[in-house]
């Protein structure tokens, strides 16, 4: 019990407040009765995911009731027809880009966390993460969700329609309120067609200036990477300390580019991509990934 409280008092941070009493909501009809009773009485309610975020928002600072919403796993339908998937908000973000992929079907979010946080964390953070820079953050897939307010009334926002433009955008207010609006209890998502193919570029630079001036060549040049990634020289230096002087390749600065799309089309571009890292002084460059692979289902990472 004592380790239950104290498992629900805490996430990636390092603050910690304990609720009186976690309760596992099983159905959004499990969270209607807790948030009515709860606003009957007075009693605060913090809503949480998977608690892996690293600002505290699932901490229940006013004590109260920690709503867990972990057990609310279903992927309920997944619709390429319509491009969609309707989840619930405790699946896991990793079971979720799985089940679309099977099907060929892209689900790009991932706030560097997908074997952990849950889609209703992803969507009341608006999470983000490396791949924001090609294929956007959670706000840009979410078209429809189901909120349980404070009072326990159920609230629908959005729909199922992709080009959905008219009215008021209530539910974007939703996505990054961190579960102060309301809880999450449904969300339907846009999907895309998977990318055949991934590949990734690392690069070592003298000075990050020259890797800096790579990145603005390589958008400059027209590419749009799914994820563009640049280290600096302090944060070089705690890597090959913690993992061995012989780690990364020489130079003070650090670049990742990865790249998606057509496997012929893949593996020109990095060949293209080498070029712009050797005119701007790569000291070394080195392939990741098989251009030439076809999209295995299932294979994220
Ligand atoms: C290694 C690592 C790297 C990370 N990198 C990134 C990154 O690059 N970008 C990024 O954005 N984040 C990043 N994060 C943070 C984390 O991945 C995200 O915040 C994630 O969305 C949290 O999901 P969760 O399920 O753990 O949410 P929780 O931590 O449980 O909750 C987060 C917030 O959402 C609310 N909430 C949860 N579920 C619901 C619901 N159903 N309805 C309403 N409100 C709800 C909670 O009250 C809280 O305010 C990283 C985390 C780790 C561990």
């Given at each position: ?31 209607v009765?807790?948030m ?13 995911g ?14 109260g009731?920690?709503l ?11 619709m ?26 892209y689900y790009?979010?991932?706030?560097a966390?997908?074997?952990e946080c849950s889609i209703?964390?992803?969507?009341a953070t608006n ?5 924001c820079?090609?294929y ?12 349980v307010?404070?009072?326990?009334e159920?609230l ?14 209530l ?8 579960g102060?609006?309301g809880?999450?209890?449904e ?6 067609p998977?990318?055949q ?5 690392t690069a070592t630079?003298?000075e990050?200036?020259?890797a ?6 390589i958008?400059?040049?027209g ?5 563009l ?5 302090f ?6 300390a ?6 990364l ?9 990865e ?11 990095l060949k293209?991509?080498e ?6 002084l ?20």
């Open positions: 019990m004592a380790e239950v409280l104290e498992e629900h008092g805490t996430d990636r941070w390092n603050f910690s407040h304990l609720p009186e009493v976690v309760v596992f909501a099983e159905s959004r009809d499990d969270v009765a807790v009515k009773f709860a606003n009957e009485r007075g009693i605060p309610v913090t809503t949480r998977a608690g892996v975020g690293y600002v505290g928002g699932c901490v229940p600072v006013e004590g009731i920690a867990s919403v972990v057990r609310m796993n279903s992927v309920v339908e997944i390429p027809e319509d491009g969609v998937v309707v989840t619930q908000p405790g699946v896991i973000l990793r079971d979720l880009q799985v089940a679309v992929s099977e099907l060929g079907w790009p979010p991932d706030p966390s997908l074997n209703g964390g992803n969507l999470a983000g993460g490396p791949r820079l090609k956007g953050v959670t706000k840009n897939y979410v078209l429809g969700l189901e909120v307010l404070a009072s326990g159920i629908h926002v959005g729909g199922r329609c992709h080009k959905n433009k008219t009215g008021f955008d539910l974007h207010l939703f996505v990054g309120s961190e102060m609006l809880v999450i209890t969300a339907t998502l846009r999907i895309i998977h990318p193919t991934r590949a990734m570029l630079f003298p990050f200036v020259d800096a001036g790579a990145v603005q060549a958008l400059n040049s590419h749009l990477p799914s994820a990634e640049i280290t600096d020289e944060t070089l230096k705690a890597a090959r913690y993992l061995g002087e012989g780690s390749r020489p130079g003070k600065a650090h670049l990742i580019v790249i998606d799309g057509r496997a012929k089309a893949v593996a020109s571009e293209e991509l070029e712009v890292l050797n005119f701007f790569a000291l070394s460059s080195e392939f990741h990934g098989a251009p030439g692979a076809a999209h295995a289902p299932g294979a994220q990472r």
